[in-house]
């Protein structure tokens, strides 16, 4: 994938904000909570911005920012609490990298979301994954840590 056809860093930074946010959401609603579809459409429509330049986005945790398709996001379009967070939550539990394919949608960012919520905080990437299986969502995928993602340590 060129540089020129991966999705911009706004397009970017906004999936990530958005991924933040429904992650909070989806801690605290349930899914048919008015606010937590709202967070949803958001997180949707974020989404399918970032896939509408490419065939897959990544997000991938480094060792103190995120990554997409392996260019780092620039935390202060994003919002620092964000970056912490998705990058906290994503290393602890082991995922190297969210993969979002076309034909992610609302329904792979609800699973996503409610799989990360519902866990116990020391369930990693085989729970999460057995999670998204359950819930059968389809264009998101989790890699593991030992994935060779962008920023770690060699």
Known sequence: MSPATRPGPLAGAELARSL???FKAAAVYSRDNEGYRA???EARDALAAALAEDDEVRLEPGEES???NGRPLDARGLGEAAVRF???ELTRRGVGAVVFTRGAGERALDALAY???GASRD???DALRAALQKERAVGVALLTASYDAPGAAA
């Open 20 to 22: 933040f946010v429904l």
């Open 39 to 41: 967070h949803a459409a």
């Open 66 to 68: 995120l990554f997409l």
């Open 86 to 88: 998705l990058t906290r």
């Open 115 to 117: 799989a990360f919520a």
């Open 123 to 125: 369930a990693g990437v």
